[in-house]
């Protein structure tokens, strides 16, 4: 009998289009499946709350998927470095399978584990199975990462049709048994507080339910995605990303049924797939991304200190509806809106002139999607200090982006109940609501629902005072 081969899962928690199993599989060897927990790899960047909770239950799906084909789940806690050594010996593997991750303390970790292995005399193999395009094969004229989208997504383009995905194998041979840690002991679900009871209503993770999703939005809402995208109280979303983070779906997947359709609202999705990759192409060519402002002269940006400005923005009780339901719909759902994303991200950093750091490491925490490249891309664009940033006097008017893209409140209504009552006309703006339509919809400002926090007229020409100081250095 041939020596085992490991696969290593770790963002590609999916038997269909995973080009390690498949290339494992292909070998014919026994096959010793693992996944390991390195949070000490990841240091800070280890996977917050809602991602654990994700994690825990893909993981429990992945494991019953492949016991249908032959094989077990491994699970192992702990360094990689040296966890991957100890299956080696354990095992008599001669080879090693993973896909590649992107993240800068995955990237010198694993560069690390491939010389050591390779110089012990094993087969390693790793692929590409998260990304469309490979970051070193798009760049700019003069070899370089793009920092502007346009031109990027253009070259992605030119650069031709990402690879076709590939099925599931058909069986797979199992390896020697070697012992596994219990799931449960990984303590990945929350405790205090408890807020799964939300994500457990709103979420299935899986790669099933992923290739679920992916055909229903391809047959139903794909069709009208360029106008109903930007509104949060509709359901004009794919809702994939979670399942893309962690890989139960993969971008070439992706990108082949929605091309199918041939149509300007697939196209016009498949420029959202190319934001979710030109992050990634930015984080890699970019590995401070997380920490540091691609403009250096944020370095030097007067932001505020303000705890309490941060509570009431992270709580949901900043007294502006549209900001207010999109906090609350992450803590409750481990989601938000994009649309709400850049309203709240907007009024972190403009209206309270807090770090967009603040921001991020809270949605970090609290987003079932959070992806580091996504992450820290999003918030520098929003705080105008990354590529392809918004101009520094770009400030979202919370009231007016509520009544441009939830007109009729539906979905502040939904997260924000004390205001459920309020007629359309105010509850974007409730404190410019007649007392007799507050009392009717039981609103008392200052009491059940908060006032404004900040002034945002003042606070847009403060913000835009603090931006021109360090643009015009």
């Known amino acids: 009998m041939s020596a085992p081969a490991i696969v290593w899962f770790r963002h590609d928690l999916r038997l269909a289009d995973n080009p390690a199993l498949s290339a494992a599989a292909a070998s014919g060897a026994p096959m010793v499946v693992l996944f390991i927990l390195d949070d000490e790899a990841a240091g800070d960047w280890r996977p917050g709350g809602a991602s654990r909770w994700w994690l825990h239950h893909s993981l429990s799906d992945l494991a019953k998927d492949l016991s249908k084909l032959g094989a077990s789940l491994h699970l192992r806690r702990g360094s990689a470095e040296l966890i991957l050594p100890g299956v080696v010996a354990e095992t ?16 010198r ?14 087969r390693v193999e790793s692929f590409n199975a998260s990304l469309l395009f ?17 031109p990027f997504w253009r070259a992605c383009l030119a650069a031709g049709a990402p690879a076709a995905p590939l099925e599931k194998p058909a069986k797979l041979n199992a390896g020697p048994p070697i012992h596994t840690e219990r799931l449960d002991d990984w303590r990945l679900l929350p405790t205090k507080p408890d807020w799964a009871e939300g994500l457990r209503e709103t979420w299935t993770p899986g790669e099933g339910e992923a290739r679920r999703k992916l055909e229903a939005f391809t047959h ?35 990108w082949s049924a929605v091309n199918e359709k041939r149509s300007a609202d697939g196209a016009a999705y498949l420029r959202q797939i190319g934001w979710r990759e030109f992050s ?29 400005a941060f509570a009431a923005w992270s709580e949901g009780k900043t007294g502006y509806p549209i900001v207010d339901a999109g906090m609350r719909q992450l803590w409750r759902t481990g989601y938000m809106h ?3 994303r850049l309203v709240a991200g907007s009024f972190l950093v403009k209206d309270l002139l807090l770090p967009w750091q ?6 970090w925490d609290t987003l079932v999607d959070a992806d580091l490249g996504n992450n820290s891309a999003s918030w520098q664009w929003v705080a105008g200090c990354g590529a392809d940033a918004a101009p520094y006097f770009r400030v979202f008017n919370p009231v007016l982006q509520g009544e441009k893209f939830d ?14 009552g309020l007629d359309a006309r105010y509850i974007h703006r409730p404190w410019d609501a007649p007392e007799e339509a507050l009392r009717k919809a039981g609103v008392r400002l200052g009491e059940t629902y908060p006032r404004p926090i900040v002034d945002h007229e003042k606070a847009r020409a403060r913000a835009r005072a603090a931006y021109a100081s360090i643009k015009s250095e």
């Open 92 to 107: 008599g593997a001669g080879s090693i399978y993973w896909n590649r991750i992107y993240e800068p303390w995955a990237v």
């Open 109 to 122: 970790r694993d560069a690390a584990i491939k010389a050591n292995l390779r110089a012990q005399g094993l």
């Open 134 to 150: 490979e970051p070193s094969g798009i760049h700019n004229s003069e070899g370089a990462a793009f920092r502007v989208f346009t």
């Open 220 to 254: 139903g809402a794909l069709q009208d995605y360029r106008d109903a995208r930007d509104f949060p109280g509709e359901e004009g979303v794919s809702r994939l990303s979670p399942h893309l983070r962690w890989g139960e779906i993969g971008p070439r997947q992706i």
């Open 280 to 308: 990634h192409h930015l984080l890699f060519a970019k590995p401070e991304l997380p920490n540091r402002p691609m403009d250096k002269r944020f370095e030097r940006f007067p932001w505020a200190k303000d705890h309490d």
């Open 338 to 340: 994009n649309r709400a």
């Open 358 to 363: 603040e921001g991020e490491r809270w949605f």
């Open 407 to 420: 007109r009729d409140g539906d979905y502040v209504r939904r997260y924000v109940l004390e205001l459920a």
